[in-house]
């Protein structure tokens, strides 16, 4: 294990550091040095010696055990993906629906995990069932679980689509309760995690998914173009790939006998050469944070935005997030009065601080190599009302 307080504003580790303090890991994460040395020694690798001594299928393979390791599941319940919306897509696309099927989800999804389900609903015959964000009696912004329930409650609904944190508020569904009334109706439940994995614990079994997609770009420290999907053993053989390609069967390297025998784990959802870099790339970072420990990134990451919570109160800033310990996330969302959006994002911009704006409110993504002096410095530089 890596000493978490070591890597605290850490240069060498975060080169960002030198530049920008960057609260915006639920858009587009700066790569640590880890993952961008992994580039780097493929870079030469392939320009000095083309695949010849490399090792790079044995390390894509490490990353198979490391990524199932990070949300408890078995190496080959694990594919690999592009993104987060080809992970949703094969589910989408690979379910046998009936005319009268129904999908659950919300209405304040990112649109990965809307479009395709829209797709479905237009060319099969499915209702798409979207939950909508309600106002809370703190002035919190959340979805009730009991809407979710109720809408799944619906002896059509085939599907449950959520977000495990919805990127605009911050909230964390309780997808272990959600899962379990899946599970004993026979509903299968799909999850983006993009939001969530790398910055807490997510335990598929635990929280009963059958499906989970996040590319590596926001939490898990990644680069772009390289994700993680997850498919539930028993129902592996039951979903059809998404693109069928050389690598999707049994004897992939027999490249004569053309054996079309699709693989039985979740190799059968990869259809064809991989994104070599970039998941070494991930595979750096990954390590990274396995060796820090999830839940201590994400206590960390709680007592920054605790303190970020203070600071803006004070100010007059209205909360958007949820703040029940249950419902949290890495992602703080909260909105001015009386001060524009942009203006704010810019004036920060202009002191090397990023932050985002989304869906009219004010968003902060802080990892945990972030200081308290950055928090601090954002605090004092937003205007108070």
Request: proline share 4%; hydrophobic share 40%; charged share 20%.
């Amino acid at each position: 294990m890596l000493d978490a307080a070591r890597l605290i504003g850490n240069v060498d580790m975060f080169p960002v550091l030198q530049h920008w303090v960057f609260f915006n890991h639920a858009g587009v994460c700066p790569l640590p040095r880890i993952a961008a040395d992994q580039f780097k020694r493929y870079a030469n690798q392939a320009q000095m010696q083309a695949y010849l001594h490399s090792n790079w299928y044995t390390d894509i393979e490490a990353l198979r055990q490391l990524s199932a390791r990070l949300i408890g599941a078995h190496r080959d319940e694990i594919a690999f993906v592009k993104n987060t919306s080809e992970g949703i897509a094969i589910v989408a696309n690979g379910i046998d629906w009936q005319w009268g099927d129904v999908i659950v989800t919300t209405a304040i999804e990112y649109p990965a995990n809307i479009y395709p389900w829209m797709d479905i609903a237009r060319t099969r015959g499915v209702k798409l069932e979207m939950v909508p964000e309600e106002t809370m009696p703190d002035g919190s912004r959340q979805v009730p679980i009991d809407a979710i329930l109720k809408a799944a409650s619906d002896p059509r609904c085939r599907l449950v689509a959520l977000s495990l944190v919805e990127y605009a508020s911050g909230q964390r569904h309780d997808v272990s309760r959600i899962g379990a009334f899946c599970r004993e109706r026979n509903i299968r439940f799909c999850i983006d995690a993009i939001q969530a994995v790398g910055v807490m614990p997510v335990d598929v079994r635990e929280m009963n998914i059958d499906y989970l997609s996040a590319d590596g770009h926001k939490w898990m420290l990644g680069p772009e173009g390289a994700g993680i999907f997850y498919c539930r053993r028993e129902l592996i053989e039951h979903m059809r790939p998404l693109a069928i390609g050389w690598m999707n069967v049994v004897n992939a390297q027999d490249y004569g006998n053309y054996d079309f025998t699709l693989r039985p784990d979740a190799g059968r959802f990869e259809c064809g050469s991989y994104n070599v870099p970039g998941l070494l790339g991930l595979l750096g970072a990954l390590t990274l944070i396995e060796q820090v420990g999830v839940e201590i990134i994400h206590a960390r990451v709680q007592t920054l935005l605790e303190r970020l919570h203070q600071g803006v109160s004070q100010k007059g800033y209205a909360i958007v997030s949820p703040r029940d310990a249950s419902q949290r996330s890495g992602i703080f969302a909260f909105k001015a009065h009386g001060h524009s959006h942009d203006v704010i994002v810019k004036k920060l911009k202009e002191h090397h601080i990023e932050i985002a704006k989304r869906e009219g409110r004010l968003r902060v993504s802080p990892h945990f190599y972030n200081t308290e002096a950055q928090i601090d410095q954002l605090i004092e530089l937003l205007p108070s009302h």
